[in-house]
């Protein structure tokens, strides 16, 4: 099976786990000696290719746009681009989508209660970001559109990392995107059952 090219997408808030997520499935992913792989995050990035932009909704718009490109780029040329950006809002997720092609495009909702967040963050930005301190931070004074039909939707305030590691690189498998492992070839008849009722919800069966 030659390898295909596609945008792998981890969108949700800060601390939700997306960043971990997406380590785990490009070591993964390099571990199965899958030899073009790539990955951007978004807080790297703006470092570098998205330098000087700001938190206004036109920078963060225009940040995401920039990741978006280069994934597209990647995609088309059969590499696995493994982005993990909050990307707040959903019409530039979606312009990323088109751009793209939803064919190689793959969009992984990192769920988390804010309860959650506010445990895990040992900076303590969205204390100070509910009270006041702190503005335009995504998902306190600043929106987060959660997507509507994302391909994958984990929760880590419910799941294990395991958990949702395992429900990303079953969808993948599934989709044909990436080779199951020779042991992990053959389903249970209800993990087949799962996997094609998930898909043909999504219209791909």
């Not at 036109?58 to 993990?84: K, M, Q, Y």
């Amino acid at each position: 099976m030659s390898q295909k090219g596609f945008t792998l997408w981890f969108t949700g808030l800060s601390g939700a786990g997306k960043t971990t997520l997406a380590d785990r499935v490009y070591d993964e992913l390099k571990e199965r000696r899958v030899l073009k792989v790539e990955k951007l995050d978004g807080d790297v990035v703006r470092t570098n290719l998205s330098k000087g932009l700001g938190f206004s909704k036109e920078d963060r718009d225009t940040n995401i746009r920039r990741i978006g490109f280069v994934c597209d780029l990647l995609s088309r040329n059969d590499v696995i681009a493994i982005a993990s950006a909050i990307s707040p809002y959903r019409a530039v997720r979606d312009e990323n989508r088109a751009l793209i092609g939803s064919d190689r495009f793959v969009e992984v909702y990192v769920e988390a209660t804010l309860d959650t967040l506010v445990q895990r963050d040992v900076k303590g930005l969205y204390k100070k970001a509910l009270a006041g301190e702190i503005k335009e931070f995504t998902g306190v004074s600043d929106p987060y559109e959660a997507p509507l039909h994302p391909e994958v939707h984990v929760n880590s305030s419910t799941e294990t990392i395991d958990e949702s590691f395992d429900a990303i690189i079953g969808y993948l498998e599934a989709r044909g995107l990436i080779e199951p492992l020779p042991e992990q070839a053959g389903y249970s008849a209800a993990e087949e059952q799962a996997v094609s009722a998930h898909l043909e919800a999504l219209g791909y069966l």
